[in-house]
């Protein structure tokens, strides 16, 4: 029920105007979001590369709604990562299909995906596409797989509570295509995802052994102490290169979590999003399990 009235919340527009002028969301948005604008972002990936810790930004904002807008938006992360190279950042960019284009239509999409992955190797960055609802797979991996092939520099992002990710992550391994793997965040019928977190949990265990043998430089994204845990066990088990993935967790949860991995030696990524558009982002944080608002609640107070 809770999972519901939050998804439900997120597509309320009233409430996002007001959350997204509310001084009351202000000490929120200070730990999750890096800030309204690109400087504030970039400050924040310069105090976490001071930690070791690399970063990858997102320009908080989807389904766009006309070509032009779409174009804006590229033009938007294409200075982003010009500012990152000016920066000598380590960090790479991610976006949003339907930021792009996707529902104007797959060319429009993937032109724009092309020139922003052409840039990012350019600058010897990369871009990750994000994954949206299951609606959006097919046509996202035809436009990953075709930037892949004409550029590289790129990473897909697969949800673990889909039935049809372990085919999927197959074919990109395949491919050679990097992996970011996620639980999911969006509400999907019973037909095609695991509404259980105990089945998410153990699909995602499973994803990630096998991207961890099969799979090229994945990403494992999760703020789950237990998984996290049985997967450094599992690597060590195996005496793996611990220089061959990363971990992934989002801004400004479980920061105690980040800061154990890098000094036992783990590659870790944040997910650090900026802008004005907020809202419907960190709603679905939320809404992943109901236990994250608990979760939320406890991270305003852990240091």
């Given at each position: 029920?809770?999972?519901?009235?939050?998804?439900?919340?997120?597509?309320?527009?009233?409430?996002?105007?007001?959350m997204e002028t509310s001084s009351f969301a202000q000490p929120l948005t200070r730990?999750?979001?890096?800030?309204?604008?690109?400087?504030?972002?970039?400050?924040v990936c310069r105090r976490l590369e001071a930690e070791n810790i690399l970063a990858?930004?997102?320009?908080?904002?989807?389904?766009?709604?006309?070509?032009?807008?779409?174009?804006?938006?590229?033009?938007?992360?294409?200075?982003?990562?010009?500012?990152?190279?000016?920066?000598?950042?380590?960090?790479?960019?991610?976006?949003?299909?339907?930021?792009?284009?996707?529902?104007?239509?797959?060319?429009?999409?993937?032109?724009?995906?092309?020139?922003?992955?052409?840039?990012?190797?350019?600058?010897?960055?990369?871009?990750?596409?994000?994954?949206?609802?299951?609606?959006?797979?097919d046509r996202t991996l035809r436009i990953v797989s075709a930037v892949h092939q004409?550029?590289?520099?790129?990473?897909?992002?697969?949800?673990?509570?889909?039935?049809?990710?372990?085919?999927?992550?197959?074919?990109?391994?395949?491919?050679?295509?990097?992996?970011?793997?996620?639980?999911?965040?969006?509400?999907?019928?019973?037909?095609?995802?695991?509404?259980?977190?105990?089945?998410?949990?153990?699909?995602?265990?499973?994803?990630?052994?096998?991207?961890?043998?099969?799979?090229?430089?994945?990403?494992?994204?999760?703020?789950?102490?237990?998984?996290?845990?049985?997967?450094?066990?599992?690597?060590?088990?195996?005496?793996?290169?611990?220089?061959?993935?990363?971990?992934?967790?989002?801004?400004?949860?479980?920061?105690?979590?980040?800061?154990?991995?890098?000094?036992?030696?783990?590659?870790?990524?944040?997910?650090?999003?900026?802008?004005?558009?907020?809202?419907?982002?960190?709603?679905?944080?939320?809404?992943?399990?109901?236990?994250?608002?608990?979760?939320?609640?406890?991270?305003?107070?852990?240091?």
């Amino acid at each position: 029920m809770m999972r519901t009235a939050l998804l439900f919340l997120s597509r309320q527009r009233w409430l996002r105007r007001w959350m997204e002028t509310s001084s009351f969301a202000q000490p929120l948005t200070r730990r999750f979001i890096a800030g309204r604008t690109l400087e504030q972002e970039l400050e924040v990936c310069r105090r976490l590369e001071a930690e070791n810790i690399l970063a990858t930004l997102d320009h908080l904002g989807e389904n766009v709604t006309s070509v032009e807008e779409s174009r804006t938006t590229r033009d938007s992360y294409l200075e982003i990562l010009d500012r990152i190279a000016a920066a000598g950042l380590r960090a790479t960019i991610s976006a949003k299909p339907t930021q792009l284009g996707l529902d104007l239509g797959d060319e429009i999409c993937r032109e724009n995906f092309c020139t922003l992955v052409e840039r990012a190797k350019s600058l010897a960055s990369a871009v990750e596409i994000d994954m949206e609802s299951s609606e959006y797979v097919d046509r996202t991996l035809r436009i990953v797989s075709a930037v892949h092939q004409q550029s590289g520099s790129v990473r897909a992002v697969i949800q673990a509570y889909l039935f049809r990710s372990e085919a999927d992550i197959r074919c990109l391994n395949e491919a050679g295509i990097p992996v970011r793997l996620v639980k999911g965040a969006y509400r999907e019928p019973a037909t095609v995802a695991w509404p259980r977190k105990s089945d998410v949990d153990a699909s995602f265990l499973r994803l990630t052994r096998h991207l961890l043998e099969h799979g090229t430089n994945p990403a494992i994204a999760t703020h789950d102490e237990s998984i996290v845990k049985e997967t450094v066990s599992w690597i060590r088990s195996r005496r793996m290169n611990p220089g061959g993935f990363e971990f992934q967790m989002l801004y400004g949860i479980r920061r105690d979590l980040q800061r154990r991995l890098v000094a036992d030696g783990f590659r870790v990524r944040l997910y650090v999003p900026f802008g004005d558009a907020w809202y419907p982002y960190f709603m679905r944080r939320l809404a992943e399990r109901p236990a994250n608002v608990i979760f939320l609640a406890r991270n305003l107070l852990r240091s």
